[in-house]
Nanobody, 119 residues
């Protein structure tokens, strides 16, 4: 089990930017990919962004393309989600995840960090 800890979520206004962090505590883990998901109240969990183990390849959900950027600092064992031009529709609990044992299958999850975007 890879312990993942998210941070950075808070209340912001529409149009603001925010950066979330996800750190794998303890020893360094190799992962096939690391990703961000979110879940808004009353909605299903939604894929936001992912980055592969090399850090060179990324992909994004349609609703965040062009506004969010995922990146990694391997030295810090941390993945970031830079969010810009936030709207109230981005309000959700954001979870980071890691595919540790099988490519494409996220088997380690953080507890989530809440992001609220006000009008």
């Amino acid at each position: 089990q890879v312990p993942l800890v998210e941070s950075g979520g808070k209340l912001v206004q529409a149009g603001d930017s925010l950066r979330l962090s996800c750190t794998a505590s303890g020893r360094t883990f190799r992962t096939y990919s690391r990703g961000w998901f979110r879940q808004a109240p009353g909605k299903e969990r939604e894929f936001v962004a992912a980055i592969d183990g090399s850090g060179r390849n990324t992909r994004y959900g349609d609703s965040v393309k062009g506004r969010f950027t995922i990146s990694t600092d391997k030295a810090k064992n941390t993945v970031y989600l830079q969010m810009t031009s936030l709207t109230p529709e981005d309000t959700a609990v954001y979870y980071c995840a890691a595919a540790v044992r099988t490519p494409g299958e996220y088997d380690a999850w953080g507890q989530g960090t809440p992001v609220t975007v006000s009008t």
